[in-house]
């Protein structure tokens, strides 16, 4: 089963940040934070993915509280193009457990103009 | 970043026949793979891990025999749906971690194989 809790679904105007929370109250301390989205019938795609720190890419920024119970992403300046299903997955890294992302139900994002 | 492709994108068959649907890595080598369904307005579901050059480990519900997985190379899995019926049509969708370089951290995802059984 999952082990995060996401909003079903946020609306996001475009041109303004989107704020994406997670909740994760029971990820173990070897486990990190990962964020996929899905556009309608294509394959997931990598976002971003943090332990304990902030951290920040071409595409988003991850905020993780200091107790690492939960989390958000953050899409500075949405755009049309980021209108998709958002997903929270904690997990060990893949190198060193090889296992399986297990994917929840996410939250659906309508960036609209 | 890494690249993950799949063939068919697409396909239609009839029941009864068998289906394969084959998942590459295409710029690094994956030890492991990952298949997922994913019926309409749902998420994804995790179906089997595909380790190279050995058997395949089913989540429970999944029937090994109807989903056969072969890993034969480090760059190359396939899934084969066996007489395939109505209730086996979804979005089958592949994932691969790097084994080595700067991606191992992270699985990518290939874009999917929609599969529709008349």
């Known amino acids: 089963d999952a082990k995060t809790t996401q909003p079903t679904s946020m609306d996001c105007a475009e041109g303004r940040a989107a704020n994406l929370p997670c909740n994760h109250s029971?990820?173990?301390?070897?486990?990190?934070v990962y964020w996929y989205r899905q556009i309608h019938s294509q394959g997931p795609q990598y976002i971003i993915h943090?332990?304990?720190n902030n951290e920040t890419n071409e595409m988003a920024s991850l905020i993780i509280t200091e107790d690492r119970k939960s989390s958000t992403l953050i899409l500075p300046h949405a755009t049309l193009r980021d209108t998709a299903v958002y997903y929270c997955?904690?997990?060990?890294?893949?190198?060193?457990?090889?296992?399986?992302?297990?994917f929840g139900k996410g939250t659906t994002l309508s960036v609209s103009s | 970043g890494a690249v993950v492709s799949q063939h068919p994108s697409r396909v239609i068959c009839k029941s009864g026949t068998s289906v394969k649907i084959e998942c590459r890595s295409l710029?690094?080598?994956?030890?492991?793979m990952f298949w997922y369904r994913q019926f309409p307005k749902q998420s994804l579901m995790l179906m089997a891990t595909?380790?190279?050059?050995?058997?395949?480990?089913?989540e429970q519900g999944v029937e090994k025999d109807k989903f056969l997985i072969n890993h034969a190379s480090l760059t190359l899995s396939t899934l084969t749906v066996t007489s395939a019926h109505p209730e086996d049509s979804s979005f089958y969708i592949c994932?691969?971690?790097?084994?080595?370089?700067?991606?191992?951290?992270?699985?990518?995802f290939g874009p999917g194989t929609r599969l529709t059984v008349l």
């Open positions: 994932s691969a971690s790097p084994a080595g370089g700067p991606f191992t951290d992270t699985q990518y």
């Open positions: 029971t990820i173990s301390g070897n486990e990190y």
């Open positions: 943090g332990l304990k």
């Open positions: 997955i904690v997990s060990p890294l893949r190198n060193q457990a090889g296992t399986a992302l297990i």
């Open positions: 710029d690094f080598q994956a030890t492991t």
């Open positions: 595909s380790n190279e050059g050995s058997k395949a480990t089913y």
